[in-house]
């Protein structure tokens, strides 16, 4: 999580399920993907971003590694995300595929 400092918040992670204007649904997504959610300084939900650009593979399993230990909000509002993941991830370009895991660094536009 990161607080901007107009109050904006962004909230990071990952989710089995669709977001959709700061609320998930059953709609599982078969897999852990990347996401961020950002509100304004009253709570209220502005944008989400869900990087999934192609069906996500499940892997079987119900525990995966993964994580986003560093966020930072650059002055402009863009987001800068630090993490790591051993699953196949796509970012939105294409899937990424970890021999056993990887790190990434990632900015994201708003």
């Excluded at 059953?26 to 069906?55: E, I």
């Excluded at 499940?58 to 994580?67: K, Q, T």
């Amino acid at each position: 999580m990161a607080v901007h400092a107009s109050g904006e918040v962004l909230t990071v992670g990952y989710t089995y399920s669709w977001l959709e204007n700061g609320t998930t649904n059953q709609d599982g997504l078969g897999s852990a993907q990347l996401f961020t959610q950002r509100f304004d300084a009253a709570g209220q939900p502005l944008v989400a971003r869900l990087f999934l650009g192609v069906a996500p593979e499940a892997r079987g399993e119900l525990y995966g590694v993964e994580a986003v230990p560093a966020v930072a909000l650059m002055p402009d509002g863009d987001a800068v995300l630090y993490g790591h993941t051993d699953r196949v991830t796509d970012f939105g370009v294409d899937k990424l595929r970890p021999l056993r895991g990887d790190i990434f660094l990632l900015r994201v536009k708003y």
